[in-house]
């Protein structure tokens, strides 16, 4: 089982910024890439911002130019920088990293979130 440790939540004032980590052990070196995922009491989890395996990005429409998807392949790491945040970005945000393997195609794995809170 592979473990999906997330960190850099926490309550910040509207306009501010946070950043999002989400390390997993075998990201680079298994052919994977990576997505953030938001969940606010009472809503359905929403897609966030996505980095495949070559690098191309993807941003839900709410997000774009707003937060911006990042890796730093030698940490196995993903980040997801959040500015300009809002009391609407308030959620539990979780990483899900997608791997491929030639044997056993492929296969996801989800965090257990880090929560973003956004006062007005």
């Known amino acids: 089982q592979v473990k999906l440790v997330e960190s850099g939540g926490g309550s910040v004032q509207a306009g501010g910024s946070l950043r999002l980590s989400c390390t997993a052990p075998g990201y680079t070196s298994n052919s994977c890439g990576m997505d953030w995922y938001r969940q606010a009491p009472g809503k359905e989890r929403e897609f966030v911002s996505s980095i495949s395996t070559d690098g191309t990005t993807r941003y839900a429409d709410s997000v774009k130019g707003q937060f911006t998807i990042s890796e730093d392949k030698g940490k196995d790491t993903v980040f997801l920088q959040m500015n300009s945040l809002k009391p609407e970005d308030t959620a539990m945000y979780s990483c899900?990293?997608?791997?491929?393997?030639?044997?056993?195609?492929?296969?996801?794995?989800w965090g257990q979130g880090t929560q973003v809170t956004v006062s007005s």
């Open positions: 899900k990293m997608s791997c491929y393997n030639e044997y056993f195609g492929w296969k996801n794995y």
